[in-house]
């Protein structure tokens, strides 16, 4: 829903690209605004733009419906206020036992986010058969993002997780994924590689977006490609992630565009 979409590129241009929440200047605000408006279209044409397979997931918290604001998000885009619908059936929530009996809960606001599309993306893999390099379609993983409050929990390694298990249930399915880090980015390696991940190659004539200055701009940037095979995990990495019971529970809705 458009909706979803509007709360979803908030949140992830947010991450990206808001580095001081509190103190936002002015022609800060203009350059988020625009990079809002840009995420937002493209998330509502992605799958016309990839087309084959294609799966959002939304990490939301749980929050008690009664009747307060806890359930409502302030859009900026639209600058309108979102009502988030109450959770209806046991099973749209791990653990629900742990919940007060007789007590209403509804979706709240958006803690994390991430996309898998099936594109063509080249790696050099052993078994390749032109000059190195294979061209075949595969998962790609892109724009996971958590909100500052909601890191170091387990959030985005359980919304991986869910990404490697959708791509291996995918017609036709896989058994490996693909991402792309930029090479400052050392927290996010580090991320990856411990959950099995491993570096292909770099491509130094990759792009991101400045915000630097006053205009928005792209300035060249080296980007890691990493690669995993899920028949190579480790058996420490099959187990449920600590922080499953609580990423069920805020209700990481699996979204396909329509």
């Known amino acids: 829903a458009e909706p979803d979409f509007e709360e ?143 890191r170091k929990s387990g959030l985005g390694g359980a919304l991986l997780k869910a990404c490697e298990d959708t791509v291996a249930r995918w017609k036709p399915a896989y058994q490996e994924m693909v991402l792309q880090v930029e090479d400052d980015n050392s927290a996010a390696m580090e991320f990856y590689k411990k959950r099995g991940y491993s570096v292909s190659y770099a491509d130094p004539a990759c792009r991101r977006i400045d915000t630097t200055g006053l205009f928005l701009r792209r300035q060249r940037v080296t980007k890691y490609c990493l690669h995993k095979e899920f028949g190579s995990r480790k058996k420490k990495d099959t187990g449920r992630s600590i922080f499953q019971p609580l990423i069920d529970a805020m209700t990481a809705s699996r979204k396909n565009e329509s």
């Open 8 to 150: 979803i590129s908030e949140v992830c241009i947010d991450v990206f690209f808001n580095k001081n929440p509190g103190k936002v200047r002015p022609w800060t605000a203009f350059q988020l605004a625009q990079l809002k408006s840009q995420q937002y279209s493209d998330l509502k044409g992605r799958r016309f733009l990839f087309g084959g397979n294609y799966d959002m997931f939304v990490a939301r918290r749980v929050v008690r419906d009664d009747g307060n604001t806890n359930n409502k998000v302030r859009l900026k885009r639209s600058k309108r206020t979102r009502v988030l619908p109450p959770i209806t059936g046991s099973d749209k929530i791990f653990h629900s036992d742990c919940l007060k009996k007789g007590s209403t809960y509804a979706r709240g606001e958006i803690l994390g986010f991430v996309e898998v599309s099936e594109r063509r993306f080249p790696l050099q893999l052993p078994n390749s058969n032109r000059n190195g390099i294979d061209r075949s379609k595969r998962p790609l993983l892109a724009n996971l993002c958590v909100q500052a409050k909601a």
